[in-house]
């Protein structure tokens, strides 16, 4: 059981480039979303799906689009990429319509842009 | 703004000692979780303690929420120098289905 996969690892972005992070769970968790970590920030909610075909904004989604065509995969796009959008950006996915669920984080993609 | 703010920062500790770290947070919320993060890796849920609960156990981690007071408490007994991780509380309000984290307690334990 793999749980929440993030791809890649490691990106080196020059300003203005785009580029998907991709994000997959084969938990069938109809929940998941994107944060990202900046030293002394902690984990800020970029984008939020509950379930295939819906969507919806976080605290930072200013320069973040996402999709979500099927329950597995929420890719995480950067469609112009600014050195402020260098940082850790974690995928998590949990069980959905219950409260109380625990996230199940991937091991994150370091994002560097130049 | 952050809904959950950890106190300390953080923390350096003796093996063997216990450690305490606190979370305040400002809205209502349906429960508070902590999870623990070691250096470069994701984060690990710990405990989920609900709004009608006022502690939880789990093995060496000791969880208390106070509502009135919009806080809570994580004590690790008898830490171990694996226990040196972040940890980060995160707060689920009612009618979200966002769970917004704190920035965390660093907490040091030497051998």
């Known amino acids: 059981n793999a749980g929440v996969t993030q791809t890649p690892k490691f990106q080196v972005l020059k300003t203005g480039q785009s580029m998907t992070l991709q994000c997959a769970q084969d938990?069938?968790?109809?929940?998941m979303s994107w944060y990202r970590q900046d030293p002394g920030m902690g984990l800020r909610l970029i984008h939020y799906?509950?379930?295939?075909?819906?969507?919806d904004q976080g605290e930072v989604p200013n320069g973040y689009n996402v999709s979500r065509s099927t329950t597995e995969d929420f890719p995480l796009r950067l469609l112009s990429a600014a050195p402020s959008q260098t940082s850790v950006y974690f995928c998590?996915?949990?069980?959905?319509?219950?409260?109380?669920?625990?996230?199940?984080f991937g091991s994150g993609t370091q994002l560097s842009v130049l | 703004s952050q809904q959950g703010e950890e106190d300390p920062q953080a923390l350096s500790i003796q093996e063997g000692e216990n450690a305490t770290m606190n979370c305040s947070y400002k809205?209502?919320?349906?429960?508070l979780q902590w999870y623990r993060q070691n250096s470069g890796r994701g984060l690990v849920h710990l405990i989920l303690i609900r709004s009608n609960e006022r502690e939880k156990h789990s093995g060496r981690l000791r969880v208390t929420l106070d509502t009135s007071k919009k806080s809570s408490s994580l004590l690790i007994t008898a830490s171990r120098a694996a226990d040196t991780a972040s940890y980060f509380c995160?707060?689920?309000?009612?009618?979200?289905?966002?769970?917004?984290f704190g920035k965390g307690t660093k907490l040091t334990v030497n051998p």
């Open positions: 938990m069938n968790h109809e929940y």
């Open positions: 995160a707060t689920e309000i009612p009618g979200s289905e966002k769970l917004v």
């Open positions: 998590a996915s949990r069980e959905g319509g219950v409260s109380g669920e625990k996230l199940f």
């Open positions: 809205t209502s919320i349906n429960n």
């Open positions: 799906s509950v379930g295939a075909g819906i969507t």
